[in-house]
């Protein structure tokens, strides 16, 4: 059996025998107890402790007539004020009634006497320990309380194996709220976190960097002592002097008297007071009597308003009180109701009976009745205080009214066990990956939104969504980001071993054509194509395609200088001679005999060499200033894609890229031209049809290209790229020197003087006859 179950089975056993002897029969009492459909439990501290030396492990009687708490008293009739409200009320919890234990929980004793209680199986003095709790039934569904946090803490210790939900409206220290610790434990109070920040902060808006600090002893004044010491030590401010006002302590004793002679001594001009309101009242009655004055008090939200302090007789004296108190709340209604509550007859003050001890949760040996003058007052700080716990009553009813389906207009009455605390929310939880907007004033009210592609939310803020970073992606509604994968044009991808193959392929036989030419260089159909010019052309479709293997693999610096400009540059020269060439036998056999004094210029003067050197010095200037002014560099573009990474050049957009390929543009049109005007000239000179054909394939290339680049930025660009250019390279290859392989190597009977004079005859006679 594990620890808390052995103390449960202690605690168990004491109650079952402390009824057993006392308890023979029981009475009801409108005043601390209510029957309805489902009960509350209520702890209150309707009168102070009195601290004691005590012999025998029995409970506190809670009736000293000096020992009442009106504060206590304020917030006790709270609870039943809320419950009768909602037992009268049409729109809440409809054909449903609440029911409610209320129990006065002067001292530790009485607040575990109440606990256990409340944990008895339903219509029995009984606690069963079981592995699952989910299924126990405890006299009451929730409670309300207690005050204290040593107080909330035994409490929620012992509530939470049953998951029992303890919903406290003074309790604020910040170790409650670990569920881990607590999974029951809720509170209408704010945290001593906020409190401390705040306190923080007024003393670092005043400058006061030299303080003393007191606590009560408990968890509220010590926790609040250590977190105010730890953020005040992080802001540099200095704590001169700290101590605890123990329980036992009593206006002027020694250990009193020792504070205060260490406050004076400090010479600190500002000292906070962590503590609860009684032994707040003990250390202020220390002070007036120690004449501590010209001070700075900080007061916690526990004593800040409470007229338990404002009363203490000499404390005008003592100096400036400032203090940290939460938002002020009214109960509508309450007053009214206490008022009436005292004018009601209770009968006259006199001994309680046996049984109403029991009965009316109240343990004590003499009941008192009220009249108007003795009604407490309801000050600032009750009415605040009164006011969570009323707030707290509301929502357990909102979450039975839920729980139940009272929507439709009538409650189920099903049975309900503790543990089913349902959402009662203004807006449910958003969806992962959708922050919160705040509609209107209150934070719990907002809308969700997804986060846009490219962020996340952080579960630390949900209220705006965080930008992935630059190599990172998210898709839209993510509550993380993901890397973002990196990618290019790498060797060993099929479309990549297809375009080598094919160019390496072009490269042979560009390799191979130079070779049969130089075989064949003094046949008429090499010297008729070009004669040595003809290698100059094959060394260009060489070096442009060259170039082509530098759009594989990541782009590096070389790569990115060489590989356009090494096409566009060889892709010139070789159009360069192509023009020149249809030029000059356009020239030759249709213009020679009318100009011969420009022809025999033209020959002397080296004019088609003059022209390719001209033509191909354009196109490497303009390459040259292309690379020194618009460097193509390697890149990673991430707006291409939001998943990825695209490791590309910066070719493509430059003007210098644009202009080099413009040039060649002029030269493959001129080429067209030439061969065009050439379609009549004799058959052995005639290519108008195969470049022609060339030209055209190198044209419908490049515009599927740039169609294809205005609506797809991907990895695949630069196989784009290269088919095109590949396309270009190999279309005016084919077209201008394939045809004369195919003679050379097929066709040997064409290839010689006989028949290329006879062809040369046959184009005098047509054009003379025409």
């Known amino acids: 059996m594990s620890l808390p179950a052995a103390h449960l089975v202690g605690l168990q056993l004491s109650l079952s025998c402390c009824w057993a002897l006392s308890c023979h029969s029981t009475e009801t009492s409108a005043d601390f107890s209510l029957p309805g459909d489902y009960l509350l439990a209520g702890l209150f501290p309707l009168h102070s402790d009195c601290p004691g030396v005590r012999h025998w492990p029995t409970v506190t009687l809670c009736d000293r007539p000096d020992s009442f708490n009106g504060h206590g008293y304020h917030l006790f009739q709270a609870m039943r004020f809320g419950i009768e409200e909602i037992n009268n009320s049409t729109a809440l919890l409809p054909n449903v009634t609440l029911g409610y234990q209320l129990y006065d929980v002067c001292s530790e004793s009485a607040n575990v006497y109440a606990t256990l209680n409340v944990l008895s199986l339903l219509g029995t003095h009984h606690i069963e320990i079981r592995a699952d709790p989910s299924h126990y039934s405890p006299a009451a569904l929730a409670v309300i309380g207690p005050d204290t946090t040593n107080h909330a803490a ?66 509220y004044g010590q926790l609040g002592v250590q977190a105010l010491e730890e953020q005040a030590t992080q802001q540099g401010i200095c704590v001169a002097f700290k101590d605890i006002i123990p329980f036992s302590a009593r206006p002027g004793d020694e250990r009193m008297q020792g504070i205060m002679h260490h406050l004076a001594r400090a010479r600190t001009t500002v000292v906070v007071i962590f503590s609860s309101r009684q032994l707040a009242r003990v250390f202020f009655e220390s002070v007036v009597l120690a004449n501590l004055t010209a001070k700075v008090w900080i007061a916690s939200e526990d004593w800040a308003i409470s007229r338990h302090i404002s009363n203490v007789p000499g404390i005008q004296g003592i100096g400036t009180v400032l203090g940290v108190a939460i938002q002020q709340r009214l109960v509508p209604g309450l007053k009214e109701f206490e008022e009436a509550y005292v004018q009601a007859d209770k009968g006259a003050p006199g001994p309680c009976s046996r049984t109403s001890e029991c009965s009316s949760n109240q343990l004590c040996r003499e009941c008192r009745a009220f009249t108007a003058e003795q009604m407490p007052t309801l000050g600032a700080f009750s009415m605040s205080s009164a006011y969570n716990a009323y707030r707290a009553v509301y929502a357990v009813a909102h979450g039975l009214h839920q729980l139940l389906g009272c929507a439709s207009g009538a409650c189920s009455r099903d049975r309900v066990y503790p543990w089913q605390v349902p ?39 949900l209220h705006s969504c965080q930008p992935c970073g630059k190599e990172e992606w998210a ?54 194509a070009g004669g040595r010019l003809c ?19 990541e782009p590096t610096l070389p790569t990115c200088l060489l590989r356009q400009s090494l096409l566009a540059l060889g892709f010139a020269i070789f159009l360069s001679c192509l023009t020149i060439r249809s030029f000059q ?88 031209a030439c061969s065009y005007l050439g379609k009549d000239l004799p058959e052995n000179y005639n290519e108008a049809k195969c470049v022609t054909f060339s030209l055209l394939l190198n044209f419908v290339s490049w515009i599927a290209f740039f169609t294809t680049a205005s609506v797809y930025q991907g990895k695949y660009l630069p196989a784009v790229n290269v088919l095109a250019a590949l396309s270009s390279l190999s279309g005016g290859f084919s077209g201008y020197f394939l045809p004369k392989c195919y003679v050379i190597l097929c066709r040997p009977d064409l290839n010689s003087t006989e028949h290329f004079q006879a062809s040369i005859q046959e184009y005098t006679r047509r054009c003379g006859s025409t």
Not at 191 to 217: A, C, N, P, R, Y
Not at 500 to 527: C, E, I, Q, R, S
Not at 535 to 545: I, K, P, T, V, Y
């Open 535 to 553: 290698f100059f052309m094959l060394g260009s479709l060489a070096g442009g395609s060259c170039g082509l293997y530098g759009f594989f693999g």
């Open 154 to 219: 035994t409490t929620a210790a012992l509530l939470s194996h049953f998951l029992v939900p303890l919903i406290s409206y003074e309790a604020s220290s910040v170790t409650l709220g670990v569920k881990r610790h607590y999974p029951s434990f809720l509170r209408t109070i704010p945290s001593d976190k906020h409190q401390v920040e705040t306190m923080v902060l007024l003393l670092q808006s005043f400058g006061w960097v030299w303080i003393s600090v007191v606590g009560s002893d408990g968890d």
């Open 475 to 528: 898709p839209a509604g993510s509550e993380t980001c993901f890397p973002r994968t990196v990618v290019f044009l790498t060797w060993h991808e099929t479309i990549s071993w297809v375009l080598l193959a094919a160019n390496t392929l072009l490269l042979l036989l560009v390799t191979g054509t130079a070779g049969l030419f130089a075989w064949h260089l003094d046949t008429p159909v090499v010297k008729s």
């Open 423 to 461: 959402k009662s929310v203004c807006s449910s939880d958003c969806l992962e990956g959708h922050q919160r907007v705040i509609s209107g004033f209150y934070h719990c009210c907002f809308q969700c939104v997804p986060c846009e592609a490219g962020s996340f939310l952080n579960k630390s803020d």
């Open 585 to 672: 036998l356009v020239f030759i056999f249709k213009f020679s005999a009318k100009v011969p004094t420009f022809y025999r210029a033209w020959v002397q003067n080296h004019g088609p060499g003059l022209f390719v050197v001209i033509s191909s010095m354009a196109q490497l200037l303009i390459c040259l200033t292309w690379l020194a002014v618009w460097t193509p560099l390697p890149t990673r573009e991430y707006q291409r894609f939001p998943q990825l990474v695209v490791l590309d050049c910066t070719e493509a957009n430059s003007p210098g890229f644009m202009l080099a390929f413009a040039y060649n543009g002029l030269l493959s049109v001129s080429a067209f």
